[in-house]
């Protein structure tokens, strides 16, 4: 679904880009899709030389779920010090949070095709445990403690 985007970036770039299919879900939940990612990322960087690739240019890059995907690989490998460091992600309309679904930019955009609030939701649930059954409850925010709501107040809040 994204080879045109992603020969553009090769192209435009004077890069090499490596599209990982990862598993979906709801048949395969969550780590599945980042088990993948992550794989296919750590054998690509023990392999730079056979692809010929400069260890300083490796960047990561996700849209939506995929933009989530590539956050996580960025930060679990960050400490490794057996692998080349990434030079950058880029992460576009990256789905990264999931306390609050109230915030601003998803009462924003709520309506915005393609990806509607509720169906942001939905995708996110099915990616996380396979199943919708607490939808609503998430839409409304009851899905958090009200301690944990509290600790990631500073990061997580409208203002």
Same mark, same amino acid.
């Given at each position: 679904?994204?080879?045109?985007?992603?020969?553009?970036?090769?192209?435009?770039?004077?890069?090499?880009?490596?599209?990982?299919?990862?598993?979906?879900?709801?048949?395969?939940?969550?780590?599945?899709?980042?088990?993948?990612?992550?794989?296919?990322?750590?054998?690509?960087?023990?392999?730079?030389?056979?692809?010929?690739?400069?260890?300083?240019?490796?960047?990561?890059?996700?849209?939506?779920?995929?933009?989530?995907?590539?956050?996580?690989?960025?930060?679990? +490998?960050?400490?490794?010090?057996?692998?080349?460091?990434?030079?950058?992600?880029?992460?576009?309309?990256?789905?990264?949070?999931?306390?609050?679904?109230?915030?601003?930019?998803?009462?924003?955009?709520?309506?915005?095709?393609? +990806?509607?609030?509720?169906?942001?939701?939905?995708?996110?649930?099915?990616?996380?445990?396979?199943?919708?059954?607490?939808?609503?409850?998430?839409?409304?925010?009851?899905?958090?403690?009200?301690?944990?709501?509290?600790?990631?107040?500073?990061?997580?809040?409208?203002?």
């Amino acid at each position: 679904s994204h080879e045109r985007i992603c020969q553009y970036i090769a192209k435009e770039s004077g890069s090499l880009v490596v599209s990982v299919g990862y598993r979906l879900a709801p048949e395969h939940k969550y780590p599945a899709a980042y088990e993948d990612c992550l794989s296919a990322t750590q054998h690509f960087l023990q392999h730079l030389q056979h692809y010929g690739v400069d260890p300083a240019r490796v960047t990561v890059c996700g849209d939506s779920a995929g933009g989530n995907l590539a956050a996580a690989v960025s930060q679990t +490998l960050a400490g490794r010090s057996d692998l080349p460091r990434l030079r950058a992600q880029i992460l576009i309309y990256p789905g990264l949070q999931a306390l609050d679904f109230n915030l601003p930019s998803y009462q924003q955009n709520r309506g915005v095709p393609l +990806l509607f609030r509720e169906r942001a939701v939905f995708y996110s649930l099915q990616y996380v445990q396979g199943d919708t059954s607490n939808l609503e409850e998430v839409l409304e925010g009851s899905h958090i403690p009200p301690d944990m709501r509290l600790k990631y107040r500073k990061w997580v809040n409208p203002d």
